[in-house]
């Protein structure tokens, strides 16, 4: 279409820094811990969460701290989608009516570079708060850093993803040229299946923040979420972004609780459940012949 008929090559390039803190809350200070302030710090102002799914009744119920949304062609065959376009427009309406413009990302699934940037375009024209996905890598393995900077250069706001090296993160370094409204590109990292290989994500999350430290335009996101506790991981690497699917967020609500607490409720489960679902163990002989040498029941 017209819009990826219009490939802008403008040369440029451009350069959040900030050290994470390892406590998530923190009920004598705030968010850098200095107790002259007395509240706690919460999580979501730590780092952005963003919903990452294609259902629409369930994004459009998010909670108040998301502040993003992302998709995937994959997660859009999950969810029955048959019609990617017509998905992607409908998704960003739905965003304009009841999420006021929060970022958007949505990728593209071409092989080829060529026929990848177009659709990269094309993605882009749908409006200022689209970030368009685009791979770190084709499927053979043939780096998209140099197309990524066309684009960049042309204006067009991205989230690459699929990473998962430091090379490629030291191959984006000077991929992003800044824009005028400032936040215009996302390196997601994908730290839950680099921890599924066996190797740190928090390494990987802080290296990728450290070499976009001067890069103020720039996000480093925390991507294919695991578990709850990689919140706290993701704050630990320095993250500016943290993409949950929607059917974990209930499970949020639990950072920073007490433990004790949660056993006690624990075992009140444990216990409500058997008894409502009307469990018995019958008692016979066994039970009346446990007398041990103090003569006690036990």
């Known amino acids: 279409?017209?819009?990826?008929?219009?490939?802008?090559?403008?040369?440029?390039?451009?350069?959040?820094?900030?050290?994470?803190?390892?406590?998530?809350?923190?009920?004598?200070?705030?968010a850098n811990g200095s107790a002259k302030r007395q509240r706690s710090?919460?999580?979501?102002?730590?780092?952005?969460?963003?919903?990452?799914?294609?259902?629409?009744?369930?994004?459009a119920d998010c909670p108040?701290?998301?502040?993003?949304?992302?998709?995937?062609?994959?997660?859009?065959?999950?969810?029955?989608?048959?019609?990617?376009?017509?998905?992607?427009k409908s998704f960003l309406e739905s965003l304009q009516k009841d999420h006021h413009d929060k970022p958007l990302s949505l990728e593209v699934f071409a092989?080829?570079?060529?026929?990848?940037?177009?659709?990269?375009l094309e993605l882009a024209s749908l409006g200022r708060n689209v970030f368009v996905k685009v791979p770190v890598t084709n499927t053979q393995g043939v780096s998209t850093v140099p197309m990524v900077e066309r684009l960049s250069r042309a204006g067009v706001k991205l989230n690459v993803t699929a990473v998962f090296t430091k090379k490629q993160m030291d191959e984006l370094a000077n991929a992003f040229s800044q824009q005028e409204d400032g936040f215009s590109a996302i390196v997601s990292v994908f730290c839950g299946r680099i921890s599924?290989?066996?190797?740190?994500?928090v390494e990987y999350a802080a290296y990728a923040k450290k070499v976009f430290a001067c890069s103020p335009h720039v996000k480093i996101l925390w991507a294919s979420?695991?578990?709850?506790?990689?919140?706290?991981?993701?704050?630990?690497?320095?993250c500016d972004i943290i993409?949950?699917?929607p059917s974990n967020f209930g499970k949020l609500k639990n950072i920073g609780k007490d433990l004790g607490t949660y056993s006690l409720e624990t075992v009140q489960m444990f216990y409500n459940d058997?008894?409502?679902?009307?469990?018995?163990?019958?008692?016979?002989?066994?039970?009346r012949q446990l007398v041990n040498q103090n003569g006690n029941a036990n």
């Open 64 to 88: 108040h701290y998301v502040r993003g949304f992302t998709t995937n062609p994959s997660i859009c065959r999950g969810a029955g989608i048959s019609d990617y376009m017509g998905f992607c």
């Open 1 to 30: 279409g017209e819009a990826s008929r219009q490939l802008v090559n403008q040369n440029g390039n451009a350069n959040g820094s900030g050290e994470a803190s390892r406590q998530l809350v923190n009920q004598n200070g705030n």
């Open 243 to 245: 993409t949950i699917p």
């Open 41 to 59: 710090s919460q999580w979501w102002d730590r780092v952005a969460i963003y919903a990452d799914g294609a259902e629409m009744s369930k994004l």
């Open 111 to 120: 092989d080829d570079l060529p026929t990848m940037e177009k659709q990269a």
């Open 196 to 201: 599924d290989a066996g190797e740190d994500p």
């Open 274 to 287: 058997a008894k409502a679902s009307g469990f018995t163990i019958p008692l016979g002989e066994a039970s």
């Open 225 to 238: 979420f695991r578990e709850v506790r990689d919140v706290v991981k993701s704050i630990e690497g320095g």
